[in-house]
């Protein structure tokens, strides 16, 4: 409540259209004499509001900032938010993203992966503490001044899980440094742990009734004994009493991008992965390093893709769509079929993006992905046989 109290604190001073007032507007309701006082009899519970949209003003939103309707739970996703490899420097996308979490009041902000420009062996020491320091400023101290968690998972630029012929971490000093910097608790994310395991690179934490798992996707490759925790953790009576669960790694399971388009950008078997978090009712498997936008789905997981706020937006596969920065909301509502609602938007404007105008499934090198409000019966005779021409067997649901 104090959080909540804060927030709109920071909305009118954010927005001279008197955001604050609208946003209260649209969820209180008039207040009418009780009929107990009339009648003598109890009063009936008061409808729930019906949540609305509101459109605010923003200056780098020509038509006014949309905001979608509040539901149950708010998620605000960012990933990839690095620039050239050893960079203290952040993209104005980052800037502005950041900045916008007084007007979206999310619950909790997730993180993709790739907050730093590392996975070089060129860097000191002393640059990659520099870096991390100018993450600290641009990203993670303003989420803890906004008073939100940061549930993250660590992407290859962090701390890469590539290993040498002889078996140890190509990266060591960039993970050693990491799990430095998120161990201190200057830097705590504010998170209600469940169980820390091998905190930053994989732990669960849990965030009003959804449970969380993170794991190191930082390469193609994630241990067996990992794989074993990851499957005890969503197995535990924690996990399966929630009402959601979601799955956080940098590396998708099935490839959407131009450039991220061959085995060592997605991870080894990822129909395995997919029927493991299928197996314990993982609703969402978010991920972040195609550098591109897709909310898709396959079998019955949903697959959110996140776009990039840093440097190097990348273009779908087999699209004519231009690449995109972009950051997503999720709004959750527990009573609905559909559960999670999205809400992304194109950095240079802050339009939102329509997800009809979003390639009807991709083709990536080890697997179909369908665009989330398009099932595998839906296609057409020539929408398959396209898909067949391109990955053969492998085009299934």
């Not at 708010?74 to 104005?92: C, F, K, Q, T």
């Not at 070089?120 to 020491?125: G, I, M, V």
């Not at 732990?203 to 390469?219: I, P, Q, R």
């Not at 231009?322 to 709004?331: E, M, S, Y």
Request: hydrophobic share 40%.
């Amino acid at each position: 409540m104090q959080r909540r109290k804060l927030m709109l604190g920071m909305l009118g001073l954010a927005s001279s259209s008197g955001l604050a007032g609208i946003y209260l507007a649209s969820r209180q309701q008039s207040s009418p004499v009780p009929l107990a006082q009339v009648t003598g009899s109890p009063a009936p519970p008061p409808p729930t509001p019906v949540p609305t949209a509101i459109v605010v003003a923003h200056p780098a939103a020509p038509n006014g900032l949309f905001i979608p309707p509040r539901r149950d739970l708010r998620l605000l996703v960012i990933s990839d938010m690095n620039a050239a490899y050893g960079s203290v420097e952040y993209d104005p996308e980052v800037e502005r993203g950041i900045g916008l979490i007084p007007h979206f009041q999310p619950d909790i902000v997730l993180g993709g992966g790739d907050m730093v420009a590392g996975q070089d062996p060129r860097l000191s020491e002393e640059r990659i503490r520099a870096m991390w320091a100018a993450f600290d400023r641009h990203v993670a101290g303003p989420i803890r001044e906004a008073k939100l968690p940061y549930g993250f998972t660590l992407g290859n630029h962090d701390a890469s899980c590539a290993r040498s012929t002889r078996g140890g971490f190509l990266f060591q000093q960039e993970r050693d440094l990491a799990r430095e910097f998120w161990n201190d608790p200057a830097h705590d994310p504010g998170l209600t742990f469940v169980d820390r395991g091998d905190f930053p690179f994989y732990y669960t934490f849990e965030k009003e009734d959804v449970f969380y798992l993170t794991w190191d996707a930082t390469c193609n490759f994630i241990p067996p004994e990992q794989m074993e925790w990851a499957e005890a953790a969503l197995a535990s009576e924690r996990a399966q009493a929630a009402k959601l669960r979601i799955v956080i790694g940098h590396l998708p399971l099935y490839a959407i991008t131009v450039g991220r388009n061959d085995p060592g950008e997605v991870l080894l078997e990822a129909d395995a992965k997919r029927a493991l978090l299928e197996k314990y009712r993982v609703h969402t498997y978010i991920s972040g390093h195609h550098h591109g936008y897709y909310p898709g789905h396959k079998g019955q997981l949903q697959l959110l893709h996140c776009g990039i706020l840093g440097s190097g937006p990348r273009p779908l596969l087999d699209s004519p769509l231009p690449p995109r920065k972009t950051i997503t909301l999720v709004d959750v509502d527990f009573a609905t079929p559909d559960i999670t609602y999205y809400t992304t938007y194109h950095m240079r404007d802050l339009s939102v993006i329509q997800q009809a105008e979003l390639p009807r499934f991709i083709t990536g090198h080890n697997g179909l992905v369908l665009r989330r409000d398009v099932n595998w019966d839906a296609l057409s005779p020539e929408e398959i046989a396209t898909c067949q021409g391109r990955i053969g067997s492998l085009c299934r649901d």
